[in-house]
Nanobody, 122 residues
Framework: QVQLVESGGGLVQVGDSLRLSCAAS????????MGWFRQAPGKEREYVAL????????YYPDSVKGRFIISRDNAKNTVWLQMNNLNLEDTAVYYC???????????????WGRGTQVTVST
């Protein structure tokens, strides 16, 4: 049974940092591209970070580049998203996802977590 369980969300203030974690099980984690996505109320889901199976390659959209860092530990079946200098537009539900064949914009994910809420306030 595939599981992706996100944690670490919460309520923070503008400029703060937050670190999300995603614990994976039920599939061969070390062979999958992992990603973080988010969806704000009334908006489409968007990718915010991708990391290749090896961890060597990472991808970010311009909206978070320089502020967010994705990392993984294949021995722990875990992927993280370090979010720095958060702003109001970062408020969303954040989802962890895994995919065997994924484009650089996050299309092709096979498995999804249930999400964790991140709320940024003034």
């Amino acid at each position: 049974q595939v599981q992706l369980v996100e944690s670490g969300g919460g309520l923070v203030q503008v400029g703060d940092s937050l670190r999300l974690s995603c614990a994976a099980s039920g599939f061969l984690f070390k062979t999958y591209t992992m990603g973080w996505f988010r969806q704000a109320p009334g908006k489409e889901r968007e990718y915010v970070a991708l990391i290749s199976w090896s961890g060597i390659s990472t991808y970010y959209p311009d909206s978070v580049k320089g502020r967010f860092i994705i990392s993984r530990d294949n021995a722990k079946n875990t992927v993280w998203l370090q979010m720095n200098n958060l702003n109001l537009e970062d408020t969303a539900v954040y989802y962890c996802a895994a995919g065997g064949t994924v484009t650089q914009t996050g299309d092709g994910m096979d498995y999804w977590g249930r999400g964790t809420q991140v709320t940024v306030s003034t």
